[in-house]
């Protein structure tokens, strides 16, 4: 069965620091792959997606995210973090057979610090 | 905004009684997907719908049922309700089955048992 990890339950950066939230996925063939940011009381919004082809994608909001078959990792990166961005962040598996579920991480806190 | 809707965004009730959240899904979509997300289970997948027929099914309670209407828009029947299940509870939509189309989520339903 598919499985995704997100190895750091909570990461506090500073504001203007890069950052990168780790994503680890239990899968044979190449993965959908996504990450999805959740703000308080909100809903999950679509950060970026990556079915194949060119390994980093862009996001909106300035993530960009690499995908490592090598490493089973999908991990998302911002070269220099907001305010704003302090959130709840979600690694998810999309499913391979069509009827099956998507398969999403435990997240990941993010707390800026002024 | 997604495009998905959920109504209502708040309910309070009391133990023992029944619910029902509702959710349209965005313009298009013909999946809809049912989670639910509280503090010490994460986010947590209860049921898929396809175009009006059931795809798949998470860890669903019994006590728990959900149906998609012929024009779309899926209801979370929650009934004989227990304290433990106050939750955040989500709605999110695709356009179809396959893993690389996303989930887009509705901003949640707030559902407290008292």
């Known amino acids: 069965a598919q499985s995704v990890t997100q190895p750091d339950i909570h990461i506090t950066v500073s504001e203007g620091a890069s950052l990168e939230l780790r994503c680890n996925y239990s899968y044979g063939a190449t993965p959908y792959l996504f990450w999805y940011v959740q703000s308080p009381g909100q809903g999950l919004q679509l950060l970026l997606k990556y079915f194949s082809g060119d390994t980093l994608v862009q996001g909106i909001k300035g993530f960009e995210a690499e995908f490592k078959r090598s490493q089973s990792s999908f991990n998302l990166r911002k070269p220099s973090v907001h305010w704003s961005d302090a959130a709840e962040y979600f690694c998810a598996v999309g499913p391979t057979n069509t009827g099956n579920q998507f398969y999403f991480g435990t997240g990941t806190s993010l707390t800026v610090i002024p | 905004d997604s495009g998905v809707t959920q109504t209502p965004k708040h309910l309070i009730t009391a133990t023992g009684q029944r619910v029902t959240l509702r959710c349209s899904p965005r313009s298009g979509d013909l999946s809809v997907y049912w989670y639910q997300q509280s503090l010490d289970q994460g986010l947590q997948f209860l049921i898929q719908?396809?175009?009006?027929?059931?795809?798949a099914k998470g860890n669903i309670l019994e006590r728990f049922s959900a149906q998609q209407f012929p024009d779309l828009h899926s209801e979370l029947n929650l009934s004989s309700l227990e304290l433990g299940d106050s939750a955040l509870y989500f709605c999110?939509?695709?356009?179809?089955?396959?893993?690389?189309?996303?989930?887009?989520f509705g901003n949640g339903t707030r559902l407290t048992v008292t």
């Open positions: 719908y396809y175009n009006g027929e059931e795809r």
């Open positions: 999110a939509s695709s356009v179809g089955l396959e893993g690389y189309s996303p989930l887009h």
